[in-house]
């Protein structure tokens, strides 16, 4: 009988040929699904998908690369995000743009800090 641990469908097995002439069966655990991003969907680029304890042994700046939101959202919508919220800065900071009819796009505020919507109307 197999032992109970490697029971479970959450190891993949493998049937290896021994050089005894034996074939056996290998488990192994199986490969995460690779990271997505939080807003669109879109595959993450620059960051691994191994299993924890192998992300464990990595460098911080193997796992996810250095710029904002990196690891949770594409580049195309962090790019987004930094122009939305821009946007509404110079609206509330200027007064010629304040006439400006902007609509809040709630997918991207999702991954703004909290609040940041009152802070901006307080400075009017």
């Not at 199986?30 to 992300?55: A, D, E, Q, T």
Request: charged share 40%.
């Amino acid at each position: 009988m197999v032992a109970p641990r490697y029971r479970s469908r959450s190891k993949k097995r493998r049937q290896v040929r021994t050089p005894g002439g034996k074939t056996v069966t290998h488990y192994k655990r199986k490969k995460p699904k690779r990271h997505h991003c939080g807003r669109c969907g879109k595959l993450l680029s620059g960051v691994p998908n191994y299993i924890p304890s192998k992300m464990r042994k990595l460098n911080k700046s193997k796992k996810i690369p250095e710029r904002p939101y990196a690891g949770v959202l594409c580049n195309e919508c962090v790019e987004r995000l930094f122009r939305y919220k821009t946007r509404f800065e110079a609206k509330f900071k200027y007064p010629e743009l304040r006439d400006l009819d902007l609509k809040r796009d709630l997918t991207i505020e999702r991954f703004l800090p909290p609040n940041w919507w009152d802070e901006l109307q307080k400075g009017k």
